[in-house]
């Protein structure tokens, strides 16, 4: 009996719970550990049938297991050279759940325009947030640019700073207040087209959901992007834009604004 443990942060579980069926494939009995929110996140999902998700453990429950170990470290420990396929979350159940939310944003839309969920922050108490985050109103120019865009931030803890900038915009609708959960951002994210965000969470679950993303990468990427290559082999609908210089937004964002474009 093998617990896994969750560790850093939700990209990093959406990405490598991939890994957690081929652990039981090879005859393990499975339970991944973590924080209530991303344990309700994977119950949507009907690839786990063998995984059993806890996210409150006591003392003597560790008495059971034989194995622990991290989620980041099943791709050493199972040394399989072909990545498996991303997560897959139920689209329909999910909707369904959040069916008030999903209609309340649907009177949002409008017809036959593109609706595209954005970020350019992560978490502020990660150690390179710095680095990844762009100034709002660098990353404006995107709204800025293409007005026949619809644009949803999808993301919380939103600056007052930052919401008198998106207010300057009618293409943009801050979806900060309807977002409570990491499910309210699985249906959200759903309904979008595209996704254009800085190398966060919500990269992953635009890329785990096969949802076509502009991923906007800092020179001093994180190990798991390569240094040169514009696609990834852990999502195929995901799309890299490289930094070419430390720090360096401008040419990113014009590169994507282009792209939104065409």
Known sequence: HVLVYFEQGIGDYIMF????????????????????????M????????KIKFE????????????????????????MDKDIPEPTKFDKKVIIKKKKVLVENLKKKFKKNTKKIGVSWKGNKRHIYDKLRRIDI?????????NK??????????????????????SNVTNCEDIINSWEDTLAICFLMDEMVCVDTSLGHIAGTLGIPTSLLIATNNDWRWGVSKEKTEWYKSVTLYRQKAFLEWSPVLKRVINYLKN
């Not at 119950?43 to 049938?49: D, G, L, R």
């Not at 109103?137 to 995107?142: G, L, R």
């Not at 026949?148 to 915009?169: A, Y």
Request: no cysteine; charged share 30%.
């Open 42 to 49: 994977f119950n949507n999902s009907n690839q786990f049938k």
């Open 137 to 145: 109103e660098q990353f404006s120019e995107i709204f800025r640019k």
């Open 55 to 78: 996210s409150t453990l006591y003392p003597d429950d560790f008495k059971k297991f034989n194995y622990k170990t991290f989620i980041q470290d099943l791709p050493f420990l199972l």
């Open 17 to 40: 719970s991939r890994y957690l069926n081929m652990l039981s494939d090879q005859g393990f009995k499975v339970t991944a550990f973590g924080q209530k929110d991303v344990v309700e």
């Open 148 to 169: 026949d865009i619809q644009f949803f931030v999808i993301d919380r803890d939103i600056s007052p700073h930052e919401r008198k900038v998106l207010s300057k915009f």
